[in-house]
Nanobody, 117 residues
Framework: QVQLVESGGGLVQPGGSLRLSCAASGRIGSTYRMGWYRQGPGKQRELVARIFRSGTIDYADFVKGRFTISRDNGYTAVYLEMNNLKPEDTAVYYC???????????WGQGTQVTVSS
């Protein structure tokens, strides 16, 4: 069983920065992709950024130039550096992992990010 544990959320003022971390544990095997999604109040969950095993990276248009996704060399951790945060970035941020062999999707429990003055 694979588990994801996120950390790094919190309250920050507009223009501030936060760094989210996600660590995977359990029978991971090989990962196909890891990434971050978010769900704001009254909204559907949406992709923020993802990184594939190949190194390909996708960003949502609304975070380009502000957020940076990265991973560790062992493909068991993923990070999200968030700069110039805006109130509309307020959401629960979820870590996601998809396994290579089974394409099983695994989700973390979510971490709250609140951007407010």
């Amino acid at each position: 069983q694979v588990q994801l544990v996120e950390s790094g959320g919190g309250l920050v003022q507009p223009g501030g920065s936060l760094r989210l971390s996600c660590a995977a544990s359990g029978r991971i095997g090989s990962t196909y992709r890891m990434g971050w999604y978010r769900q704001g109040p009254g909204k559907q969950r949406e992709l923020v950024a993802r990184i594939f095993r190949s190194g390909t990276i996708d960003y949502a248009d609304f975070v380009k130039g502000r957020f940076t996704i990265s991973r560790d060399n062992g493909y068991t951790a993923v990070y999200l550096e968030m700069n110039n945060l805006k109130p509309e970035d307020t959401a629960v941020y979820y870590c996601h992992l998809q396994l290579l062999t089974t394409l099983l999707n695994v989700w973390g429990q979510g971490t709250q990010v609140t951007v407010s003055s």
